[in-house]
Structure formats: C-alpha cells, structure tokens
T-cell receptor, first 111, second 113 residues
Framework: RKEVEQDPGPFNVPEGATVAFNCTYSNSASQSFFWYRQDCRKEPKLLMSVYSSGNEDGRFTAQLNRASQYISLLIRDSKLSDSATYLCVGSGSGGYQKVTFGIGTKLQVIP | NAGVTQTPKFQVLKTGQSMTLQCAQDMNHNSMYWYRQDPGMGLRLIYYSASEGTTDKGEVPNGYNVSRLNKREFSLRLESAAPSQTSVYFC????????????FGPGTRLTVL
C-alpha cells in the first residue's frame, strides 16, 4: 500500500463549483502535510501547508483528520485557472528528511 | 534570485550511455532532493542530501549516483542509462528537512532509447 493515496481523477467541474479532494495516508507518525499544485509539464509548487487546526487561503481550505488519517482540499468558486493536478504530500517513514507524494488528482474546470 | 535551476532541460540518450544532471539553488537551503516523475507513479524520491556533505538513498536509487558538490549544487549521475530511466527528473531544495516547503526546479525530460 502506498504511504499517500489519492484519487487520480480527473474531476471535471463547471466554473464556480465547489470541489473537494481527499488524500489518505498510512503512516500514523507523519507530522507534516502539504498540498502542491502542478500545471501540465511544469514543476510542482506549494499551494498550502496543512495544519492540525486547518488552514484557509482565499478560496482554498485544507483540513487534517488524524483520527481517520486523511487530509482534504476544498476549492470554492472554481476558476478556469484552477485546472491543474493537485499533489498531496506527507512526511514519510524512515527518516524525517523524506516526504512522500501522492500521484496527484487532476482537476479540469470547464466553462 | 533564480531559485532552483536544472540543466539540461531535455536529453536523449542511447542505452548504456552516461550523463550527469546538474542542479543548483541560490536560496541557501540545507536540504536537496532528486525525484523522478512517471505517469501513474507520481513523484518518487531517488536520493536526497539533508545537508552539505551527506547523501542518502530514497525510494528508487538503483542505477543512479549523486554528489553534493557544495551547499548550492547537487548532481545526479546515470552511469549506464536504461530505457526504464526514461522519465522527468526534478531537483528540489528545502531550508531544512521534510517539515519545510520544497522548491522545485523546472525539470529535465530524459529519453533513453
């Protein structure tokens, strides 16, 4: 089982819709979680960190549920420019320097 | 501030050839990483360097070697390229370890024939 699992999608949503992605992790000792955004044929870039208390940045909200071992990303009022792949990231086992990336969830916002 | 730079951007090799992918960062980061990204597999860690002078294996180190030349530079070497190493390679850096944001370079698209 992969340490971080995501539904690869694609999620096709109309402009203005609210969409949510979940990501499950298997290592209960994981400490740090992030959401990265990756545009087609580009490098990943940090979207937001995920804190135990939740984190909101404009239209984006990230939540961490340690009891069920998942993190979520909610995007409100989707824009065409939100079309991208969203990577879930957790700190892995075997040393604090390692992180594990999920395979990514592809979002396509349609007009 | 260039961030993380990688060279080359594209490369085509024949099976058995060798090459070195170069990576440099100008953010004074301690930790640097090499990943490969394949369709359906996500980003997988090849090697990382927690700090200057140290390197450790990641998830998929076979067929690769690395050198942390100094604090700025971290190179990845393929000694004898194989078609299975066809991939997109990303270098990344972070200020210190997995608790911090990683900044990625633009990637190297490698094809091994």
């Amino acid at each position: 089982r992969k340490e971080v699992e995501q539904d690869p999608g694609p999620f096709n949503v109309p402009e203005g819709a609210t969409v949510a992605f979940n990501c499950t992790y298997s290592n209960s000792a994981s400490q740090s979680f992030f959401w990265y955004r990756q545009d087609c044929r580009k490098e990943p870039k940090l979207l937001m960190s995920v804190y135990s208390s939740g984190n909101e940045d404009g239209r984006f909200t990230a939540q961490l549920n340690r009891a069920s071992q998942y993190i979520s990303l909610l995007i409100r009022d989707s824009k065409l420019s939100d079309s991208a792949t969203y990577l879930c990231v957790g700190s892995g086992s075997g040393g604090y320097q390692k992180v594990t990336f999920g395979i990514g969830t592809k979002l396509q916002v349609i007009p | 501030n260039a961030g993380v730079t990688q060279t080359p951007k594209f490369q085509v090799l024949k099976t058995g050839q060798s090459m070195t992918l170069q990576c440099a960062q100008d953010m004074n980061h301690n930790s640097m990483y090499w990943y490969r990204q394949d369709p359906g597999m996500g980003l997988r860690l090849i090697y990382y360097s927690a700090s200057e002078g140290t390197t450790d294996k990641g998830e998929v180190p076979n067929g690769y070697n690395v050198s942390r030349l100094n604090k700025r530079e971290f190179s990845l070497r393929l000694e004898s390229a194989a078609p299975s190493q066809t991939s997109v390679y990303f270098c990344a850096s972070s200020s210190s370890g997995s608790y911090n944001e990683q900044f990625f370079g633009p990637g190297t698209r490698l094809t091994v024939l």
